[in-house]
């Protein structure tokens, strides 16, 4: 039985049987082999009614041997090229092997994985960072306790000339991301227009592969030194595959000499990191015939845009919701904002003595905070309504009826409050903590404290001056009424009397 169409030699009947075997379908054989499929049903047909032995072995290169194949697929599974690999780790190992001959074998080893063309990346444009996976054994001893610290490596890359930088760090939290990169740019003494990075918390609080939403901090970071940040694709680490690629390789080389030092403190790791990053940025390229140093120093280095005059200062961020009384709450003070904002949540940012104040991405307002107090009240009156309207808010007018719900002493010591602040809403969360006394304690016991207040004539009263009277009071030992049963045994004062007489 024949088989028309294109003719098959031994070579390329070998080929449709071994990939047959390797699970790949009709059509995936058609593609890999320039066949039709019809050629390769009849084929397939063919070999199961006439069973054939191939009088040809599957064609394997000699040098094919000593290269792990599987580390080659894990390594392009991350988003390393397949050029690159072969840079790094075949042309130097193996004698003899172009990489047209290492591309070949791995396609015909793993026909279903798609193999990406080299990319080109214009000078002064793009930067990246990762941080590489926990390694055991990397850190540093404590010396005064003998503990072992575990540190995380840092690496950031200039893809055109790829110049490389790496720092240990304790975490990997924003701080110490912010300090790396800025280290980084200063090594490079210049700044990219681009910044690409993973979808780590500290860059990025919602991941998507269209329009990351970006950290806050991050944002204003990359404001900053005046950068276009890029967040990687989830799950695709090939729009980072330089640097997925320059710390693997680093790595490789770096630690077989890291290991062999023992350091006491972080400070001691980076300062031999920096040593082996001269030497690693000095190695020449075979492809290239230049070091990453060299064709920095040709191509890129006047491409970069300065460095701002001064670091970022980093900030923290937390939210806060405003109270009714125009405030919010931010580590035991509390800061005024604009009476509009009232009932929302707002976010904050803490920086140094600096707070800010925001609502969505505009800043709300501006306040420095107070040296080691706690309990402060910094307001701008600019930010609280007028007062007559204030005082006719469903706010101050339901904290009056409450506390008329307690006693006319409770009553009268609120509305005193209200009536006599600088502003109506100036102690109205004093006011809301007393009403709230009720139910720790009682209505009555409430009633009682407002009314010794009253008649002490006291102003500027306080919810602990009150919760101070409500405990005293209630250690005030009071009568309580005996009731005797009755008893034959006692006898009654008639009893006693009748024995006197």
Not at 369 to 395: D, F, M, R, V, W
Request: hydrophobic share 35%.
């Amino acid at each position: 039985m024949g088989i028309k169409g294109k003719k098959l030699g031994v070579k390329m009947i070998n080929e449709v049987k071994k990939y047959k075997d390797r699970g790949l379908n009709i059509s995936e054989i058609a593609r890999v082999l320039g066949v039709s499929r019809n050629t390769v049903k009849k084929y397939l047909k063919k070999l199961v009614d006439e069973p054939h032995e191939p009088s040809v072995k599957p064609f394997s290169a000699p040098w094919a041997s000593q290269i792990n194949w599987q580390h080659v697929v894990n390594e392009k599974s991350l988003g390393t090229q397949l050029a690159h690999y072969w840079e790094q780790n075949v042309e130097n190992q193996v004698a003899d092997v172009s990489y047209i001959s290492f591309w070949r074998e791995f396609k015909r080893r793993h026909p279903r994985i798609k193999l990406d063309m080299h990319q080109s990346f214009t000078p002064g444009e793009r930067a990246e960072f990762d941080y590489k996976g926990k390694d055991k054994g990397f850190g540093y001893i404590e010396r005064d306790t003998g503990e072992f610290i575990a540190c995380r490596l840092f690496g950031m890359v200039l893809p055109s000339s790829q110049l490389f930088f790496a720092r240990a760090t304790l975490t990997e939290k924003q701080e110490d991301v912010f300090t790396s990169i800025t280290k980084g740019f200063e090594s490079f003494k210049g700044t990219t227009s681009t910044l690409v990075f993973d979808n780590a918390k500290a860059q990025v609080t919602r991941a998507d592969k269209f329009d990351a939403d970006l950290n806050s901090e991050f944002s204003l970071f990359c404001d900053h030194y005046e950068i276009a940040p890029i967040a990687a694709r989830p799950r695709c680490p090939k729009d980072k595959s330089l640097i997925e690629n320059s710390l693997g390789v680093f790595w490789r080389w770096a630690w077989p000499q890291l290991r062999k030092k023992t350091f006491f403190s972080l400070r001691e790791i980076n300062a031999e990191l920096e040593r082996l990053l001269l030497v690693f940025n000095d190695r020449v390229q075979k492809k290239y015939g230049l070091s990453r140093r060299q064709r920095f120093d040709q191509f890129e280095k006047q491409k970069l845009k300065p460095l701002p005059v001064k670091r970022y200062d980093f900030g923290s961020w937390k939210k806060s919701k405003v109270h009714p009384d125009c405030h919010i709450q931010v580590s035991h003070n509390f800061y005024s904002v604009p009476y509009k904002y009232r009932f929302q949540e707002l976010n904050v940012r803490i920086n140094g003595r600096t707070l800010e104040v925001f609502s969505g991405l505009e800043r709300v307002t501006v306040h420095t905070i107070p040296l080691s107090k706690k309990g402060c009240y910094i307001t701008n009156k600019n930010h609280l309504p007028e007062s007559h309207q204030a005082l006719l808010e469903q706010t101050p007018q339901n904290a009056i009826k409450e506390a008329l719900t307690v006693g006319v002493n409770t009553h009268e010591m609120v509305k005193r409050l209200i009536e006599e602040a600088r502003h109506p809403l100036a102690y109205l969360r004093r006011i809301q903590g007393i009403l709230r006394l009720k139910k720790r304690y009682s209505s009555q016991s409430l009633e009682e404290a407002s009314e010794f207040f009253k008649s002490a004539s006291l102003t500027d009263i306080k919810v602990r001056n009150i919760e101070q009277v409500i405990s005293a009071q209630s250690k005030v030992l009071k009568p309580k009424k005996v009731n005797r049963k009755e008893n034959e045994n006692l006898r009654g004062q008639v009893s006693w009397s009748d024995t006197f007489h």
